[in-house]
């Protein structure tokens, strides 16, 4: 019997625990004609006037509650809820590209699939859910979830972002005339207005100096061509994405507001970019008092 109980406290010390397991929520978002989406979210110990909201959009891998875990991490005694969003193969397989076309520029038909409001539909079911005061949010995206952000900021009519980082983002939706996801042809919703909001909004931009890689996609596809054409790497692609958003900024004269740093030392690796992300986003959000 001895032998018994040793060996169980050896099994149940050995079992791997969860810290945040207690501090993570979860909720299917239903509220609308779309295919469900899982909510990963956090809380601050006090919800009061001053509560901001982030969101966390994950990559390919989908794991948004390991996103979830290093922003907790990130923002201990900030008073911001954190929400990750987990976007599934069978239900939101494009997410990254809205729902909008796959990655060989396949347009979708049935607009009603569209993610272009997504992030405003969940944000309202937060603010009302906890009777938030704040009337804006800041969200952060990573490799898939960059894709994702940037291409939700042009074509959302979301006005409600106060802040956003765009990190390591596999490729762009250049404002050229290349079939989507890669150019703006044929969008035909897509007016000098939206471009002009997009071009002003808060956007930071990060991409890790030593991120070369090409994407997971490299060996697949057709869609191979559409994404060399901006770079070789996810590096280049980055800064050229960038001095393309300058250069149209500059020719239609349109206030630029983004911003662009090479985080060095860093490659295709959300913790140490969200590390970087942190210190923009969560700069503003007032600590909780204990």
């Known amino acids: 019997m001895r032998y018994i109980k040793i060996y169980l406290f050896i099994f149940i010390f050995l079992i791997p625990k969860d810290v945040h397991s207690s501090e993570i ?19 601050p110990d006090v919800i009061n006037e ?36 987990k976007f599934t193969r069978n239900n939101h397989n494009d997410y990254a590209l809205l729902n909008m076309s796959d990655h060989y520029a396949n347009p979708n038909k049935n607009n009603e699939e569209y993610l272009d409001m997504s992030i405003s539909s969940f944000f309202n079911f937060f603010k009302s859910k906890y009777d938030l005061k704040v009337n804006d949010y800041k969200i952060y995206g990573h490799s898939g979830g960059a894709q994702f952000l940037h291409r939700y900021i042009l074509f959302s009519n979301d006005s409600r972002i106060s802040s956003s ?21 044929d969008i035909d919703y897509l007016n000098s207005k939206k471009i002009e909001n997009f071009l002003s909004e808060k956007v930071t931009m990060l991409i890790g100096e030593k991120d070369r890689g090409f994407t997971r996609r490299s060996h697949t596809s057709a869609n191979e061509k559409g994404i060399i054409a901006q770079g070789s790497n996810r590096f280049q692609r980055a800064n050229n994405y960038f001095n393309h958003l300058v250069l149209i900024s500059e020719k239609f004269e349109i206030p630029f507001r983004w911003k662009f740093y090479i985080v060095e030392n860093v490659g295709h690796e959300n913790k140490k970019m969200s590390s970087r992300a942190a210190e923009i986003l969560l700069n503003d959000v007032s600590d909780i008092e204990t």
Not at 165 to 185: C, E, H, Q, R
């Open 25 to 43: 929520q979860e909720t299917i978002f239903a509220s609308w004609n779309k295919s469900d989406v899982n909510l990963f979210y956090s809380l």
């Open 50 to 85: 001053e509560t901001k909201v982030l969101f966390i959009i994950h990559g390919g891998s989908r794991n948004a509650y390991d996103y979830l875990k290093i922003w907790i991490e990130l923002s201990k005694n900030k008073n911001i809820i954190l929400v990750a969003p």
């Open 165 to 185: 980082v765009i990190a390591n983002s596999g490729y762009y939706t250049f404002l050229n005339w290349d079939d989507y996801p890669y150019g703006i042809k």
